[in-house]
């Protein structure tokens, strides 16, 4: 007896808290007492002071202990019905997340979830429908994601992350002649008033023919420069070819001559070798594309 007395209270109670020009004829629970778990219907008869439409509510708030699965509205002129279907997943008081139905808003119903403990339901009771809980259905998505589909991408990353570091150590292994080559001819920069010519050209001729050796595999280092002459020009104009190769035949003038060349000369040969060689690296595709 108290306890329907306490459902009537709430009743009351919950209806007051529907606010907007209506009059609640009467709100009914299908089943009228519920448990944890169970798929519940709150009907809710009501009367328009005006030819308001209702509308179903756009946004629901989500709350972890309730689970609203749909809201029908059956609307007649002034009267109409309003069913949210639902399920509970906490025991005693709690209030529906607010629902606004255009003409009038239902905030702060209180609905009552009965519990067996606390009525000493001890005996025991036949198998009831499985029951998803709200938010497990991601988790399951998450879990399903993590076993079969975050390995593979695992498995890619860090093939590739090994495909990176190859590439990486190619190109550096690749880039080695010419950064020999450029650390030799800034010296020659920076000395060039200290050193003397024919010293010059000997640095500058072996530095350029060890370069030409690594770019061409032909042993450019014993071969003769009417031989290197012959080799193709990495897609250069002929002329500028042709101009590499004049400073290796000067380097042998100098070397084996005795010709004497001014600073201004020695510094024209050491740019544009530094330039021409540049311009090689750029045509030439000696490195490894990712």
Not at 3 to 32: C, D, M
Not at 157 to 180: G, M
Not at 197 to 214: G, N, Q
Request: a negative charge; hydrophobic letters at 45%.
């Amino acid at each position: 007896m108290r306890k329907l007395l306490f459902l009537s209270l709430l009743l009351i109670a919950s209806v007051t808290a529907i606010y907007g020009q209506v009059e609640v004829k009467r709100t009914v629970f299908i089943p009228p007492e519920y448990y944890m778990g169970d798929p519940v219907e709150l009907r809710l008869q009501i009367e328009l002071d005006d030819y308001d439409l209702l509308t179903t509510p756009m946004d629901i708030i989500s709350l972890e202990w309730v689970d609203i699965k749909d809201i029908q509205i059956v609307q007649d002129n002034l009267d109409g019905e309003i069913i949210v279907k639902f399920t509970s997943f906490s025991t005693g008081t709690r209030a529906l997340p607010e629902l606004d139905f255009g003409a009038f808003v239902l905030s702060d119903f209180k609905i009552y979830t009965n519990s067996l403990v606390e009525e000493g339901e001890n005996d025991l009771k036949g198998l009831r429908p499985q029951v998803m809980i709200p938010g497990s259905r991601l988790y399951f998505f998450l879990i399903a994601l993590g076993v079969f589909v975050l390995p593979y991408v695992f498995y890619f990353l860090i093939k590739l992350f090994i495909k990176y570091l190859i590439v990486l150590t190619r190109k550096y292994h690749s880039s080695k002649p010419y950064r020999n080559l450029s650390r030799t001819l800034k010296k020659l920069d920076s000395n060039i008033e200290k050193i003397s010519v024919r010293d010059f050209f000997i640095t500058l001729s072996d530095a350029l023919r060890i370069y030409l050796t690594a770019r061409t595999g032909f042993d450019c280092k014993s071969a003769t420069t009417s031989e290197i002459s012959t080799l193709h020009g990495f897609g250069l104009e002929q002329s500028l070819w042709d101009r590499l190769v004049a400073v290796l035949k000067r380097g042998d003038m100098v070397k084996f001559g005795g010709e004497q060349l001014s600073m201004k000369q020695m510094k024209d040969n050491l740019d544009f070798v530094m330039t021409l060689c540049f311009e090689i690296e750029k045509r030439e595709d000696f490195h490894v594309d990712i």
